[in-house]
């Protein structure tokens, strides 16, 4: 093969490398629609009264602990609000059922079920607060 030739694909495909990473950096914990697909209470866990955060994490997932720290923190300081992890190394079956492509992978669910936001990746704490303003305050009793 001629050096030139060579050199020219090596390039392009470093390019092409390049333009694929930083998409995948910028989509990476951005917050999607959750597209009224509903969870069921069976696989994650009791559902709270005003929201629930539903962390789908393996026991291999490096970015994982600190997502479930700061899920946990974002749930302990709104009332009505739970943080549940589900381990999908040991329930493979739900990261079909659900779509979970890659973990963390955490959904933000209402409490009749319906997924209201969903985060692949790594979420960004503000965008798990604003995500969760839009959820109706508990009425004092």
């Not at 629609?33 to 026991?59: C, I, K, M, N, W």
């Amino acid at each position: 093969m001629d050096p030139i030739v060579a050199l020219a694909v090596a390039g392009a495909l470093l390019v092409g490398t390049l333009v694929v990473g930083f998409v995948w950096q910028a989509r990476d914990g951005r917050r999607r629609s959750g597209h009224g697909r509903r969870v069921d209470a069976e696989d994650t866990g009791a559902l709270a009264p005003r929201a629930t955060l539903v962390q789908f994490s393996t026991e291999l997932c490096a970015r994982c602990p600190q997502v479930r720290r700061m899920l946990g923190q974002v749930a302990d300081a709104h009332d009505g609000v739970v943080h549940t992890e589900v381990d999908l190394t040991h329930r493979t079956d739900l990261a079909s059922k659900y779509h979970v492509l890659q973990t963390p992978t955490t959904f933000l669910v209402d409490a009749a079920g319906v997924v209201r936001a969903r985060f692949n990746g790594v979420p960004r704490r503000a965008d798990v607060e604003e995500a969760l303003g839009a959820f109706p305050r508990l009425q004092e009793a």
